[in-house]
């Protein structure tokens, strides 16, 4: 909770609602915002990140794989890194792509329930990219 007394500051600590569990969790404040807090759960990042790598991972031994039989012809490393892009990009740019990522962190959506084109709503005020998040 915001103290008057101390002025503005950059986070707060929010208790879990689950009973018996004791942590508590760091939280940006943002005073404009809904009284709603919405938390990314660190494990389900990690879980995400793991599942990124594994991808990454299956992507490039493919890619090799198909190159040692013979079937891919490369000229240059930078062939072999579009191709690489281009495979990790049609992907997570198809149904099964995000759906893999979903279950890798314990979410059972239907592949037709999923959105490939998310709208980005960025918050007025400065920290807006624009219609990217890079």
Same mark, same amino acid.
Request: proline share 6%; hydrophobic share 40%; no cysteine.
């Given at each position: *909770?915001?103290?008057?007394?101390? =002025? ?11 009973? =018996?569990? $004791? ?10 915002? @809904?009284? %709603? ?6 494990? *389900?990042? *990690? ?43 049609? @992907? *997570? ?13 314990? %979410? ?6 999923? $959105? ?12 807006? %990219? ?5």
């Amino acid at each position: *909770m915001l103290n008057p007394d101390q =002025g503005p500051q950059d986070f707060e600590i929010v208790a879990t609602e689950q009973r =018996g569990v $004791n942590r508590r969790t760091l939280a940006t404040t943002d005073h404009a915002a @809904t009284p %709603f807090k919405v938390m990314i759960d660190p494990k *389900m990042r *990690m879980d995400l990140r793991r599942a990124l790598i594994d991808l990454i991972d299956y992507h490039d031994e493919a890619l090799a794989e198909h190159f040692a039989d013979g079937k891919l012809a490369l000229d240059s490393y930078k062939e072999y890194i579009e191709l690489f892009a281009r495979s990790l990009k049609e @992907t *997570m740019e198809s149904r099964e792509g995000v759906s893999y990522l979903l279950r890798s962190v314990g %979410f059972d959506v239907p592949q037709n329930e999923i $959105n490939l084109e998310p709208e980005l709503r960025w918050k007025k005020g400065p920290g807006a %990219f624009g219609p990217s998040l890079l």
